[in-house]
């Protein structure tokens, strides 16, 4: 059974970096059948898509995160990454990694394997 | 891209059938077959639910089922439940390899 598990700081300065990190076990992160994306939440409020990547590295942001997000893969270590930099008291949210699917390396943009979620707090 | 615009809340008795909207534009939900719709429990992970419109993932019931009319996708709970009750949020393709969520909808079983 696949599973993904984020982890990284719960409390981040604001103006500083958030970094997170989800494990991918009970299946290659490798495989051409599949992106991985991050999405975040609010506490009370929506879905936000951040952005996905492809085992390759090829990624795409949301274009209003663009500017401050970069993902990352590592292979060997079955694992994705997500920067977030100059973050601000409206990035406080539950972050989750999920997985999408992917046909010749094409995106299948729905999530169907998702993290539980972990709550970063941007302190002031 | 913007937010898909779905109604805050919606109810209805044990055994009722409740519809939810969600409104996007032709660039989104109108413009192509990938509206996907997560269920959510207090405190849980969004749960697939439906994906490519009216496609079902294994394990969930026939009691959901989703539709697509213009630029407005729909989502039908049939004879509701109680452990249905939950925020759901429907998803699309926006092009250019960008996906959009919409707002959420609360819904309540009365």
């Known amino acids: 059974q696949l599973q993904l598990q984020e982890s990284g700081p719960g409390l981040v300065k604001a103006s500083e970096t958030l970094s997170l990190t989800c494990t991918v076990s009970g299946g290659s992160i490798s495989r051409s059948s599949y992106y991985w994306g991050w999405i975040r939440q609010p506490l009370g409020k929506g879905l936000e898509w951040i952005g996905s990547i492809f085992y390759s590295g090829s990624t795409y942001y949301n274009p209003s995160l663009k500017s401050r997000v970069t993902i990352s893969v590592d292979t060997s270590k079955n694992q994705f990454s997500l920067k977030l930099s100059s973050v601000t008291a409206a990035d406080t949210a539950v972050y989750y990694c999920?997985?999408?699917?992917?046909?010749?390396?094409?995106?299948?943009?729905?999530?169907?394997?998702w993290g539980q979620g972990t709550l970063v707090t941007v302190s002031s | 891209q913007s937010a898909l615009t779905q109604p805050p809340s919606a109810s209805g008795s044990p055994g009722q059938s409740v519809t939810i909207s969600c409104t996007g534009t032709s660039s989104d939900v109108g413009g192509y077959k990938h509206v996907s719709w997560y269920q959510q429990h207090p405190g849980k992970a969004p749960k697939l639910m439906i994906y490519e419109v009216t496609k079902r993932p294994s394990g969930v019931p026939d009691r959901f089922s989703g539709s697509k009319s213009g630029n407005t996708a729909s989502l039908t709970v049939s004879g509701l439940q109680a452990e249905d009750e939950a925020d759901y949020y429907c998803?699309?393709?926006?092009?250019?390899?960008?996906?959009?969520f919409g707002g959420g909808t609360k819904l309540t079983v009365l």
């Open positions: 998803s699309s393709y926006a092009g250019s390899n960008n996906l959009v």
């Open positions: 999920a997985r999408l699917g992917s046909v010749f390396g094409v995106i299948i943009p729905h999530f169907d394997y």
